[in-house]
């Protein structure tokens, strides 16, 4: 039940506005079983959009949705897939126990409640009321109601926001279980290390478009590389011409220099500079690769 | 993998409705800070307005305005459960949760109307009861009739009360809600018999399913009705289509 070399949900040629505004403008977007995709990209890149067409809550009004095939806004096409949303609340006077299984029974074959509430980490919790949970508590609710169904697809948004690092690891764990049993994986994410913790395939949005679709260890290196830190009264602009350097700035006291070969623009570096000092060189994360590309995407809008 | 999932065609699980049901069952049982008030206040006002201001009411004159607070006794847990109860669930985010599960949008609908028909029910076994200790006596077959009229008189309104939910603010449903609970409830003549109301208040009553339902059960009780039984089931069931257009347009174009 899959429509495109094993998507299992896609948006073709997307066009949506929203109030008035285009907040895509003709995306194509699939999502792969076994695969963790992460959508990242500033605040209105149009990454909540995606995820609300692609899970049925808001139709497009040019291209296709589909879910498995069919148009997400039916609740057929939704039994194989599970949400964990941002923004959701839980019924208050409810316990933790009785919102999964209501939750449980929308699925065909569903987890047992109690492997559901121990893979979100929620065992000791089962018969607390959800107006009692911390708000990372209930964000774990959310996670255990997104995976009670034996999801194909699980979507995650922002999952681990209010939870602390250890609840997020654990989370994170199960996810990539899931992936490896193969279920698709798409997620959303303000926090980058986890997007590079978790994700198979980065896929960076801006102002409504895709500028990168590629491994984590491939944007990181077509963004940058390697990042060249220092002490120096050089300009930016003298080091961004440096050999194979991409962009010079300063940040604080020091001077950054993103570089695609580290050796030559350290070696040339150090001729222009002798005095230079506290020379540091490290990997660019996936926070400076895609600092990059959005400002290289800039220029272009801007030229 | 299961015969389910391999299907083409989509079953649902069973059961879906009957679990949303009682757990919505469960929710109101849980929050008496909201259902007490629609219970008792309908029989608070029965008590006040018919039996203790008229001293010592005729059994007949308790009657016929039975007729008219069952029907207030409905139009509360049905306005406040969906309009304001909707409205509120959707800010706090729940209604997202379930258009993203593969929940049949009916079921939801179907379990808050069963709680608000259970609500109902309570208020009006208060309001009967209160009738009968007044020396209202009906017929097996009328208290029957007359008790299913109050109990579907739930479904207008908790359609309108659906579609306010879906495109209000919590504070703006609530504030709807009660114009339409007291202000229907007046000019439809269910509090003072339309016939004794002046005649532009009536006729701002006839565009209220309040009215004509007041109307159909004071037709079941048997005293003095305006216009024609077959009337006003026509004026309900073309309120309700509409109720059904409403609530339903509010669904589809809500974007939570």
Request: proline fraction near 5%.
């Amino acid at each position: 039940m899959t429509d495109h070399l094993g998507d299992v949900a896609r948006l073709t040629r997307v066009s949506k506005r929203l109030g008035g505004r285009p907040v895509l403008a003709g995306l194509d977007l699939g999502v792969r079983a076994g695969e963790v995709t992460a959508l990242l990209g500033p605040n209105g890149a149009g990454k909540t959009t995606s995820v609300s067409l692609l899970t049925g809550r808001i139709a497009p009004d040019d291209g296709a949705a589909t879910l498995f095939g069919l148009d997400p806004r039916r609740p057929a096409a939704r039994r194989r897939m599970g949400v964990m949303l941002q923004s959701a609340g839980l019924p208050d006077v409810l316990t933790v126990a009785e919102v999964v299984t209501l939750q449980s029974g929308y699925y065909p074959d569903p987890r047992p409640l109690a492997e559901t509430l121990a893979l979100a980490g929620l065992s000791d919790l089962a018969e607390r009321r959800c107006a009692a949970l911390s708000g990372g508590q209930a964000r774990r609710v959310h996670y255990a109601l997104a995976i009670c169904g034996r999801p194909d697809l699980l979507v995650l948004d922002e999952p681990t926001a209010a939870m602390d690092r250890g609840a997020a690891r654990a989370l994170w764990s199960t996810v990539r279980t899931l992936a490896d049993e193969g279920a698709a994986i798409l997620l959303t994410s303000h926090d980058l290390a986890e997007a590079d913790a978790l994700a198979d395939r980065i896929v960076v949005m801006d102002a409504g478009r895709i500028v990168a679709d590629d491994t984590s260890a491939a944007i990181r290196a077509r963004a940058g590389g390697s990042v060249i830190r220092c002490r120096s009264t050089l300009t930016t602009a003298v080091a961004a011409h440096l050999p194979a350097a991409r962009e010079g700035d300063r940040e604080g006291a020091d001077l950054r220099i993103v570089t695609a070969d580290a050796v030559a623009t350290a070696r040339a570096l150090l001729d222009v500079d002798p005095a230079l000092t506290d020379l540091r060189i490290a990997d660019a994360t996936l926070e400076d690769a895609i600092a990059a590309l959005l400002a290289a995407g800039q220029e272009r809008i801007a030229a | 993998m299961t015969a389910a999932t391999l299907s083409p065609i989509y079953r649902p699980p069973s059961g879906i409705w009957y679990r949303e049901v009682v757990a919505e069952l469960k929710r109101t049982a849980r929050l008496p800070q909201f259902l007490l008030p629609t219970v008792l206040t309908p029989a608070a006002f029965y008590g006040l307005f018919t039996l203790a201001v008229a001293k010592s009411p005729s059994p007949a004159f308790a009657a016929a305005t039975l007729a008219g607070y069952g029907v207030f006794a409905a139009t509360g847990p049905a306005l406040f459960g969906f309009g304001a109860g909707v409205a509120m669930e959707r800010e706090q985010g729940l209604i997202e949760l379930k258009r993203v599960s593969p929940m049949p949008a009916g079921a939801y609908v179907v379990a808050k109307l069963v709680a608000s028909v259970v609500t109902t029910a309570l208020a009006l076994a208060l309001i009967d009861a209160l009738a009968i200790l007044a020396g209202v006596r009906l017929s097996a077959e009328t208290w029957v009739a007359l008790t299913l009229l109050h109990l579907g008189s739930a479904i207008p309104f908790a359609l309108i009360g659906f579609g306010m939910g879906m495109r209000m603010s919590g504070k703006g449903a609530v504030a709807i809600a009660n114009a339409l609970f007291l202000g229907g409830s007046v000019l439809g003549g269910l509090w003072i018999p339309s016939a004794m109301l002046p005649g532009w208040m009536r006729s701002l009553g006839e565009v209220t399913p309040s009215y004509h339902l007041g109307q159909l059960a004071r037709a079941i009780i048997g005293v003095d009705t305006i216009g024609t039984p077959g009337g006003h089931l026509f004026a309900v069931a073309a309120m309700t289509a509409a109720a059904i257009a409403w609530a339903w347009t509010g669904w589809r174009k809500s974007p939570a």
